[in-house]
């Protein structure tokens, strides 16, 4: 959920709107303490400041968590004060934990780097992070959405780091585009050969939306590859991996399979929702069925979520609508999703993970955390003030 290119985005004074109604929300809600106080939690307080266990403010957001060997590994960006926060001052951070209530600080997993060439040089854009391991290679995968230093939202690149251990250090490999040269898995052949340009169309229009759906931008990218921005990892049951992105100036999901070793793309993947405008998505599988949940494209402010039911993992998808329910749902209760978590060692229990920016104070963004059920195929997410893994029988 960011500044995104202004011709396909959604009128800028309704984005303007939000954004000064997120902040309301922010402005009155609780301010980070500056003192660091250590305590223990046995349940969790969705959009509390939440300490690690060194009584420092958690600072992982967009992040992903990856279980292994008996811990939680929970990546996510570093940020600093102010609004220079919005970009990659630090890297990656890393927590642990046996508990996901208590949260042992591991440090900097993917420092950017101080060469000013580096991909990942310092003030460099790096965002939503997302570990997993490969049980063939025995190494940990991080991916991310990279954008340039100094090039705004228009680089929209993947970048990948590995590392021996779950909490680091991860080394940087490299960034690209996904599939350059590559057409989609659901791809019609005659939309292969059509002409037609961005620039030929009025945005917005019937005849414009029709193009979208039909791979305008897919066509304008083949060569370069696809535009990769919000973005989240998905290991499945048979140990294949995909990576699940916004792309298409953020109007058409992609679900890509990556290769054996997870560094790279095997070059299978499928357009989702085309002209959706989706963001943030998260995914998780549950009795053979695989689940998203994502966001609209409203900037920093927060919007209505979206869910969808599939299958197979490359579809055809299902909208489902918004699976939040009650007071503030239909803006996701200011949060934005960023990851699903399975709970180990209980059956059919998910946790729905939710920033709720902050972009002229970064660092004071929260975390909403909260249980999901599933009723007859959909998705329900509801507010708790606080609650406790109990709530999974």
């Known amino acids: 959920m960011k500044n995104r290119s202004k011709h396909y985005l959604i009128p800028a004074v309704i984005v303007l709107s939000l954004v000064v109604y997120a902040g309301a929300i922010s402005a009155k809600s609780e301010k980070v303490s500056n003192q660091q106080t250590a305590q223990r939690y046995d349940s969790f307080r969705p959009g509390a400041i939440w300490n690690d266990t060194n009584g420092k403010v958690i600072n992982a957001h967009g992040g992903g968590i990856i279980y292994y060997k008996g811990v939680y590994y929970w990546f ?73 230093k100094g090039e705004g939202y228009s680089a929209a690149r993947a970048g990948v780091a590995i590392s021996d251990r779950p909490a680091g250090p991860y080394t940087f490999l490299r960034s690209l585009r996904p599939n350059a040269g590559i057409w989609p898995l659901n791809f019609k052949k005659s939309w292969e050969t059509s002409t037609l340009q961005p620039d030929s169309l009025k945005g917005w229009t019937p005849a414009w939306m029709k193009a979208v759906e039909e791979g305008l931008f897919v066509r304008r990218d083949f060569k370069t590859g696809q535009m990769f921005r919000d973005m989240t990892a998905f290991v499945d049951t048979d140990g294949k991996a995909y990576l699940i992105y916004s792309s298409e100036e953020n109007l058409t999901l992609q679900i890509a399979q990556l290769n054996d070793d997870y560094t790279g793309f095997s070059g299978k993947y499928v357009r989702v929702f085309p002209g959706g405008h989706n963001e943030g998505p998260a995914i998780f599988k549950d009795r053979g069925k695989y689940y998203m949940v994502t966001s609209g494209c409203t900037g920093w402010a927060p919007n209505a979520a979206r869910s969808g039911v599939a299958s197979s993992i490359f579809g055809p998808w299902k909208a489902l609508g918004n699976p939040c329910v009650g007071q503030d749902s239909a803006l996701t209760f200011h949060g934005q999703s960023t990851y699903i978590l399975p709970v180990e060692g209980k059956k059919n229990a998910f946790i729905f993970m939710a920033d709720r920016w902050n972009p002229q104070n970064p660092i004071d963004g929260r975390y909403i955390w909260l249980p999901i059920e599933i009723k007859e195929d959909r998705l329900v997410i509801k507010w708790l003030d606080n609650w406790s893994l109990n709530v999974f029988h």
């Open 76 to 148: 996510g960006e570093h940020k600093i004060t102010g609004p220079i926060g919005n970009t990659a001052q630090v890297g990656v951070h890393c927590y642990a934990s046996k508990d996901l209530y208590n949260w042992k600080d591991e440090g900097i997993a993917l420092h950017v780097s101080d060469d000013p060439h580096s991909d990942i040089t310092k003030g460099c854009i790096l965002e939503r992070p997302k570990v997993i391991y490969n049980k063939k290679t025995r190494k940990f995968v991080m991916w991310f959405h990279l954008e340039l």
